[in-house]
């Protein structure tokens, strides 16, 4: 068969042709539109449900009763049904909880997570079931699977509580630390930023340091063993406000209240009330209402638009609080 130049040219112009309508000239702008489609199409649209679920450590801890509170009021203001459940750290509690979600289509989960490695893999299910999740308070070990990992900014916090931790020990003494769970970030991120400050005081000196896991009774008993051992002990740094509950009924309880500082992160109302009774030196409000309303503002905004228009990790920088401020401060909300 004679080959015919101009039949063959024509043919390729066709297919160049039938090409560009897919990706061929204006390519960057072809792109940009699928990119945008893909995008949108990769947005989760929840269980099919109007609930929205709540998951948090136990609310007998005032700072998660406040989550809860909050994100309930502000959940059902926008018009979700609400159920809540607490997962009291534990993983595979909090393991059920998700799958009580799961199982109930859940529209979107908020949740002050039950450990930064534990709990990837639940998000994760999640993730897979199309229900989106909104951690507050506790990051996790993992990018992309969560919507929105709303953070206190622990080290900001912890650093500037810290600092005046050392004026008010005048850059010299022993001191002793309680820290929170091992299994948790912020328990970690805390202490190192104790440290960032106190350290860089060679007359600061360390003589204990032991675990109370955020409860207020093993606190109590650990102090108690702190001070029986380090009689010259002249402050205590607390990962949490639970914890400087339960340290300062020890302090009382040896007669030492008003000589010891003692400084923890949180913002409760029970430190609040410690600071201006003038037992307490200052604690460093973590903003749990803000973060749980922030947190369900951002899944109302995400179902309905496929985003939330921000970044997944995002920090709210804590308030130092003393006998300054203190009376600003109600129910982890500050006002001026």
Same mark, same amino acid.
């Given at each position: 068969?004679?080959?015919?130049?101009?039949?063959?040219?024509?043919?390729?112009?066709? $297919?160049?042709? /039938?090409?560009?309508?897919?990706?061929?000239?204006?390519?960057?702008?072809?792109? +940009?539109?699928?990119?945008?489609?893909?995008?949108?199409?990769?947005?989760?649209? =929840?269980?099919?449900?109007?609930?929205?679920?709540?998951?948090?450590?136990?609310?007998?801890?005032?700072?998660?009763?406040?989550?809860?509170?909050?994100?309930?009021? +502000?959940?059902?203001?926008?018009?979700?049904?609400?159920?809540?459940?607490?997962?009291?750290?534990?993983?595979?509690?909090?393991?059920? $909880?998700?799958?009580?979600?799961?199982?109930?289509?859940?529209?979107?989960?908020?949740?002050?997570?039950?450990?930064?490695?534990?709990? /990837?893999?639940? /998000?994760?299910? !999640?993730?897979?079931?199309?229900?989106?999740?909104?951690?507050?308070?506790?990051?996790?070990?993992?990018?992309?699977?969560?919507?929105?990992?709303?953070?206190?900014?622990?080290?900001?916090?912890?650093?500037?509580?810290?600092?005046?931790?050392?004026?008010?020990?005048?850059?010299?003494?022993?001191?002793?630390?309680?820290?929170?769970?091992?299994?948790?970030?912020?328990?970690?991120?805390?202490?190192?930023?104790?440290?960032?400050?106190?350290?860089?005081?060679?007359?600061?000196?360390?003589?204990?340091?032991?675990?109370?896991?955020?409860?207020?009774?093993?606190?109590?008993?650990?102090?108690?063993?702190? $001070?029986?051992?380090?009689?010259?002990?002249?402050?205590?740094?607390?990962?949490?406000?639970?914890?400087?509950?339960?340290?300062?009924?020890?302090?009382?309880?040896?007669?030492?209240?008003?000589?010891?500082?003692?400084?923890?992160?949180?913002?409760?109302?029970?430190?609040?009330? !410690?600071?201006?009774? =003038?037992?307490?030196?200052?604690?460093?409000?973590?903003?749990?209402?803000?973060?749980?309303?922030?947190?369900?503002?951002?899944?109302?905004?995400?179902?309905?638009?496929?985003?939330?228009?921000?970044?997944?990790?995002?920090?709210?920088?804590?308030?130092?609080?003393?006998?300054?401020?203190?009376?600003?401060?109600?129910?982890?909300?500050?006002?001026?």
């Amino acid at each position: 068969m004679m080959w015919k130049p101009k039949k063959f040219l024509a043919m390729v112009a066709s $297919l160049c042709l /039938v090409v560009g309508m897919f990706s061929g000239c204006g390519g960057e702008q072809a792109a +940009k539109t699928s990119s945008s489609a893909s995008s949108s199409s990769l947005a989760l649209k =929840g269980g099919g449900a109007n609930i929205i679920y709540i998951i948090t450590p136990s609310h007998s801890n005032p700072f998660f009763k406040t989550e809860t509170e909050v994100a309930s009021a +502000k959940a059902k203001a926008l018009g979700y049904e609400v159920k809540t459940g607490s997962h009291d750290d534990d993983a595979m509690k909090q393991a059920e $909880l998700f799958d009580q979600a799961i199982s109930d289509r859940a529209a979107a989960i908020i949740c002050d997570n039950a450990g930064s490695d534990a709990t /990837v893999a639940v /998000v994760q299910k !999640a993730r897979d079931a199309g229900i989106p999740t909104f951690l507050i308070d506790r990051e996790i070990n993992g990018s992309g699977i969560a919507i929105s990992q709303i953070i206190a900014n622990n080290h900001q916090g912890a650093k500037a509580i810290a600092e005046k931790f050392v004026e008010v020990m005048g850059g010299k003494g022993e001191y002793a630390e309680l820290l929170g769970r091992g299994s948790d970030t912020n328990a970690t991120v805390r202490s190192s930023a104790f440290h960032e400050v106190i350290d860089q005081y060679p007359d600061m000196k360390m003589v204990a340091q032991q675990t109370a896991n955020w409860e207020q009774a093993e606190a109590n008993q650990k102090t108690e063993m702190i $001070l029986q051992s380090n009689p010259n002990i002249k402050g205590l740094v607390c990962g949490n406000d639970t914890m400087a509950m339960g340290a300062l009924a020890a302090i009382k309880d040896t007669g030492l209240t008003g000589k010891i500082a003692v400084v923890s992160v949180d913002g409760s109302d029970e430190a609040a009330a !410690a600071i201006e009774e =003038g037992i307490m030196t200052g604690t460093a409000l973590q903003q749990a209402a803000r973060m749980a309303e922030m947190a369900v503002e951002q899944a109302d905004k995400y179902l309905k638009e496929g985003t939330t228009g921000l970044d997944e990790r995002q920090l709210v920088d804590c308030i130092v609080i003393t006998k300054d401020n203190v009376a600003n401060l109600k129910s982890f909300v500050y006002k001026q």
